[in-house]
């Protein structure tokens, strides 16, 4: 085995102090309480020997060290080494030596150079491969260390995850909650990944209705370790809901409290909405219809009508579309909307005239023509002949 050298020349120093501090604080002999006696020495010319040596064994870490990892701890309780330190030294081995066998036990797809498309399937079958030897090392120093072997009262990651407890509600977690949070994410991981090896063998896919059902279980288990405050906040950064409407506002710049407002109006109805979503059955259809109705209006109820219709703007893909060109033009934010509107209309048209049986190839050629022309001519008066010159810059790329 082999330790960091930090590590070795920690437990050392360790071994010198304590050593120190027992000779230091050794108790005294008794003192004499009676008269002193004077020694006489009647040889004289017999020299008094001073130089008196002492065989020192150097400690070796050979009288520690074992290849079986039970009898290495207790061979490092034996001379003193703190618990943390001990925690330190064997998780460093382990991974050391899990590290190996992924190296050399896992055939990764690039280890097939001479394909030009990655093996879907080696891929796959490398993920698991990896799953499985990080489930077997988390489970030998689980066996050594006991439960919360990864957690340090500092220590805000969760392994294995995008997830950071940090921040003033999740980074004063105790340490034992930090650890409740870290293993209800890795047995949620678990779920997913067996789920996704049934599916496979079943030779279908993991359902969303399987999906949600997890993210369920994995809330509900939440939710008995973090007070309400603490699961929101959770929620808000990690959950599934959050992501969609993190993505949803790109560009249309909620506010903290907005943010809240919808992700409160919306998360049960999204977790039912997410239950239904592989249901096919008339019953389940009309219930997800009303879903999305009650949906709609608790969105419109969490937001200012001014926000709101904006909210709605920014949902059309036209008026992205708009607002992003605009941006890329250095526009005024104000020429948004006119623009989206000429790009709307123009479009509208576009769509009745090709539509128009009545018209010749020849006549709805020349609509077309006209119509786009007169939308370039709103567009120069809108921007200014600079920012159209570099509408039409961009439109050639």
């Known amino acids: 085995m082999r330790m960091r050298p930090f590590l070795l020349a920690s437990l050392g120093l360790n071994l010198v102090l304590a050593t120190g501090w027992f000779f230091a604080t050794r108790p005294e002999g008794p003192r004499r309480t009676g008269p002193l006696?004077?020694?006489?020495?009647?040889?004289?010319?017999?020299?008094?020997?001073?130089?008196?040596?002492?065989?020192?064994?150097?400690?070796?870490?050979?009288?520690?060290?074992?290849?079986?990892?039970?009898?290495?701890?207790?061979?490092?309780?034996?001379?003193?080494?703190?618990?943390?330190?001990?925690?330190?030294?064997?998780?460093?081995?382990?991974?050391?030596?899990?590290?190996?066998?992924?190296?050399?036990?896992?055939?990764?797809?690039?280890?097939?150079?001479?394909?030009?498309?990655?093996?879907?399937?080696?891929a796959q079958t490398a993920l698991e491969q990896r799953d499985a030897l990080d489930h077997e090392r988390r489970d030998l120093l689980t066996r050594l260390l006991g439960p919360g072997w990864d957690v340090s009262p500092d220590a805000i990651q969760v392994p294995g995850t995008g997830i950071s407890l940090d921040g003033p509600l999740l980074g004063e977690l105790s340490p034992e909650v930090k650890q409740a949070v870290r293993d209800i994410e890795l047995r949620s991981r678990?779920?997913?990944?067996?789920?996704?090896?049934?599916?496979?063998?079943?030779?279908?896919?993991?359902?969303?209705?399987?999906?949600?059902?997890?993210?369920?279980?994995?809330?509900?288990?939440?939710?008995?370790?973090?007070?309400?405050?603490?699961?929101?906040?959770?929620?808000?950064?990690?959950?599934?809901?959050?992501?969609?409407?993190?993505?949803?506002?790109?560009?249309?710049?909620?506010?903290?409290?907005?943010?809240?407002?919808?992700?409160?109006?919306?998360?049960?109805?999204?977790?039912?909405?997410?239950?239904?979503?592989?249901?096919?059955?008339?019953?389940?259809?009309?219930?997800?219809?009303?879903?999305l109705a009650d949906r709609e209006t608790a969105i419109q109820r969490a937001l200012a009508p001014d926000r709101y219709v904006y909210y709605k703007l920014n949902q059309d893909p036209v008026f992205v579309h708009a607002r992003d060109t605009a941006r890329q033009l250095g526009a005024p934010p104000e020429v948004v909307l006119p623009l989206y509107q000429v790009n709307q209309l123009?479009?509208?048209?576009?769509?009745?005239?090709?539509?128009?049986?009545?018209?010749?190839?020849?006549?709805?050629?020349?609509?077309?023509?006209?119509?786009?022309?007169?939308?370039?001519?709103?567009?120069?008066?809108?921007?200014?002949?600079?920012?159209?010159?570099?509408?039409q810059q961009m439109s050639v790329r």
């Not at 064994?57 to 039970?70: G, M």
């Not at 061979?75 to 899990?98: M, Y």
């Not at 906040?233 to 990690?238: D, G, M, N, V």
């Not at 077309?368 to 159209?388: M, P, S, V, W």
């Open 346 to 391: 123009t479009e509208q048209e576009r769509r009745r005239l090709v539509q128009d049986r009545t018209l010749s190839p020849e006549e709805l050629t020349q609509s077309l023509a006209t119509i786009d022309q007169q939308r370039l001519d709103t567009l120069r008066k809108l921007l200014g002949d600079d920012a159209f010159r570099r509408l």
């Open 190 to 291: 678990d779920r997913r990944n067996a789920a996704l090896r049934a599916g496979r063998e079943d030779g279908g896919a993991l359902g969303p209705t399987e999906l949600a059902r997890i993210r369920q279980q994995t809330r509900e288990e939440l939710a008995k370790v973090l007070t309400p405050a603490q699961l929101e906040e959770y929620l808000l950064r990690y959950s599934r809901n959050a992501e969609q409407w993190r993505e949803a506002l790109r560009g249309f710049g909620a506010s903290q409290d907005e943010f809240r407002g919808l992700f409160r109006a919306t998360d049960t109805l999204e977790l039912e909405l997410e239950l239904l979503a592989g249901a096919t059955d008339p019953a389940s259809a009309k219930q997800r219809a009303q879903l």
């Open 37 to 122: 006696l004077r020694r006489v020495v009647t040889n004289v010319y017999q020299p008094i020997r001073t130089n008196v040596f002492f065989e020192h064994k150097p400690f070796s870490w050979r009288y520690v060290e074992s290849t079986d990892y039970p009898t290495y701890i207790r061979n490092l309780e034996a001379i003193g080494c703190p618990k943390n330190t001990i925690r330190d030294i064997i998780v460093a081995d382990v991974n050391q030596l899990f590290a190996r066998r992924w190296a050399t036990e896992i055939v990764s797809p690039a280890q097939h150079w001479w394909l030009s498309e990655p093996d879907a399937a080696l």
